[in-house]
Structures are given as C-alpha cells and as structure tokens.
C-alpha cells in the first residue's frame, strides 16, 4: 500500500480541516519556541547579574566572616594571594565592608561601605561598567564614591553632590569625612540598591583606620571552567579561609535556575495538551469520514497495522507541516528578542527575584534546547493524541464498516 501517496491524499481532501489543525499546533509551537527562549534569557540573565555584577563565580573569606561579619575578621596579605590566583588564571579583586551613615541636607540613610581597588574591581566584575550615571572610581581621587540607585534617591542625590559619611572606626573613633557623588548605579540587588556605597579602599582605609587586610575576596573564573574544581584549587591555595562557590552564597538562585526546566516543561505540556485534543478531534472525525473506505481497505486484504500507520502518517505530516510554520515565525523572533528584547521599563522600575535585579530589557535566550524542546514535545503529544483514532480505524470491522451510514 502507497502510504505516503494515500495519507497526502486524506489530508488534501479536508483542506479546512486540515489547515485549522497545521495552524493550531503552528501557533502553539511558535509561541513556545519564544516562551522557552526568554524563560531561558531570564534565568541566564539572573546568573549573569549575580555573579558577574557583584558575587562573582567564588568568594574567600575569613573564618568565621560570613556568619558573624565583623570589621576585625579580616584576611591578611589579601594582595599577595590574589597575585596567587591570578597565576591559575583566575581574576579576583578584594573589598572591604562596614556599615555607617549617609546625609545630605535633611535626608539621611543606613548604608553598606564597601571599600574597592577601582581598577581590581573593573578587571574581575561587570558592577563597575554598570552604571546609570556618571563613572567609576577613580584610585587617584579617594572623595569619590558611587551610590546604590534606590539610595540615591533616599539621599536625593545627583552628580557632584556632598554626602557626609559618619561611622565608627575601628580603633574606636568617631569617623566622619565629606565625599563627592561621581556615579550612580543601575539595578544591582536589593542590598546594594538601597544601602550599596562604593568608595576606593584607600579611602576605607583611611575612614575606618583598618591599615591592612580584606574583608572579601571575590573570584570570577573563565566561561569553560569547572566551578568544583576550581573551588577545590583555590581552597588549597587558601589555606586556614573560608571559600564558597555562588551556589553556597545563594541556594535560593542555584535551585531556581536547575529548577529552570521544571518550570519549563509543565506550561510547555499543558499548551500542547490543548493542541492534541485539537488533533483527536480532527482525527476521530477523519476516521468516522471515511469508515467505509477503511472497511473496502480491510476488505482487499489491507491488515490493520497498514491502516494504523496510515492514520498515524496523516498525522506526522501535517505536524511536519506545522513544525516548518511554527519554526518558521517562532525561531526568528526569538532571535529578534535575543538581540532586541522587551522593554520592561514603561511596566516597572526594577524586578528582582531571589535578590538578584533583573535588567530592565528581557531578552531572549536561543539554542538547541530553545528549539528541541517545545518540538519534540509536540511530536510526542500529537502522535499518543493519534493512537485512539488510528486503532479504532485500525480495528473495523470490514463488514459493518461498508455498510456503515
């Protein structure tokens, strides 16, 4: 039996019907191919933001450090570590943090110091190449600092604005000094952009009497590295330090983003669900049309698994046909919005999930799962939506079939 030739012919003969099932699971697969891509931009942007903004791949610390921050906890001869890692082709840069006071006029606010080496900083994260205004630091004027969006908006500072910084330092003085506002940041995280303030470490020093030492030393490693690894490498480079990867400093983000195909798949799943009732109706209604061909079929010897695979044909072809349709506007707009993106901005100011600011352009994410996924799945699912319709034609009986009205 010509199988190909004769299910050609049954999808040709419904032309209406046909073309209402190739446009239902064009449509559903286009449209998943776009979803599945800026899901999958989300969540790259999310990993992007976290680690390549301010926590970076790994972090050292001082024993202790992270569960009781304190100014004295401090890792000692930071500068000659980092020489260290950067040896094993890792990128690090060291900060130092405490907490103090910000005014200008009659606003005023909490605030995170977090003393940087401006030119470390620029060469390891993308923080410093992340502004709304102005620039970055500059190690040759230790009055300069850069403030936390949200916090510049609490102070109701601008460009070239006076901030008062007032603290205890750690010899137990009152520190106090004038600073100038020389840029403002984008949307970091929630911590930074409501309390983040960024001053060279000269400058901490100074402010806060800490002489020597680090609070932090943050890591990024090169795009084919093994995160284990390496953090198994730099933990015998650090020896008597604490060292935890990006996973360990924010579980909540690492299970979200290996959950990613778990939120993924279900949505993708319950779309096609509604296409393939679409297909068992349209194929139920081809096999009810045309009872009596089957039954003359069966009649001149044609056995049942001939006319399964004939129903099941049908279907593959016209999924075949809707898959070019659907890829056809679904993969170049996904690559439209990879490059392009939505524009979130006119919907909100900011969105973090997890602590992590998303950037306010969503864009797309496209590769082979992008693409492999919403397709296979709709294979799959419309051909177990065929196995009902093709069995019962599968299974006539000749008799009754011709003379079915």
Not at 196 to 223: S, W
Not at 357 to 378: F, G, K, N, Q, Y
């Amino acid at each position: 039996m010509k199988t190909w030739s004769m299910a050609f012919r049954n999808i040709l003969r419904a032309k209406r019907r046909s073309m209402i099932t190739i446009l239902a699971m064009a449509v559903a697969l286009g449209i998943m191919v776009v979803y599945t891509g800026l899901m999958d931009g989300m969540i790259g942007d999310m990993k992007k933001n976290a680690v390549m903004l301010e926590m970076g791949h790994v972090q050292i610390h001082a024993e202790g450090y992270r569960e009781s921050p304190s100014i004295y906890k401090r890792i000692q001869a930071p500068d000659e570590l980092v020489e260290r890692l950067a040896k094993a082709g890792y990128t690090a840069s060291y900060r130092l943090f405490a907490s103090g006071l910000a005014a200008r006029g009659n606003s005023s606010a909490g605030v995170f110091l977090r003393g940087v080496a401006p030119d470390m900083e620029a060469e390891t994260m993308r923080l410093p190449h992340h502004l709304l205004a102005g620039k970055w630091l500059n190690k040759n004027d230790p009055k300069d600092i850069v403030l936390g969006k949200r916090l510049a908006k609490t102070l109701s500072a601008s460009l070239g604005d006076e901030i008062v910084i007032v603290s205890q330092a750690s010899d137990g003085s009152i520190a106090n000094d004038l600073y100038r506002v020389d840029g403002i940041l984008k949307s970091i995280s929630e911590e930074v952009d409501r309390a983040g303030l960024f001053m060279t470490i000269d400058a901490f020093r100074d402010l806060m009497v800490v002489t020597q030492g680090a609070h932090e030393i943050v890591i990024t490693l090169p795009e084919d590295a093994d995160l284990n690894a390496a953090a198994s490498t730099i933990t015998n480079m650090a020896q008597g330090l604490e060292v935890s990867t990006w996973r360990q400093l924010n579980p909540a983000l690492a299970q979200m983003i290996d959950a990613a195909d778990a939120f993924l798949l279900p949505l993708v799943i319950i779309t096609y669900i509604a296409v393939a009732i679409v297909i068992l109706n349209a194929m139920l209604m081809a096999v009810f049309e045309r009872i009596r061909e089957y039954g003359v079929m069966k009649a001149l010897g044609v056995n049942p698994y001939e006319v399964f695979f004939l129903v099941l044909t049908e279907t593959i072809i016209m999924t075949t046909a809707a898959a070019v349709l659907g890829l056809g506007f679904g993969v170049p707009l996904a690559f439209y919005l990879e490059t392009h993106g939505i524009n979130l901005a006119p919907f909100t100011e900011g969105t973090t999930i997890s602590g992590v600011a998303l950037d306010l352009i969503w864009h797309s994410m496209v590769s082979a799962r992008t693409i492999l996924i919403p397709l296979v799945t709709l294979y799959v699912l419309t051909v177990i939506a065929t196995i009902y319709p093709a069995a019962k034609a599968a299974y006539l009986n000749p008799v009754d079939a011709i003379h079915h009205h």
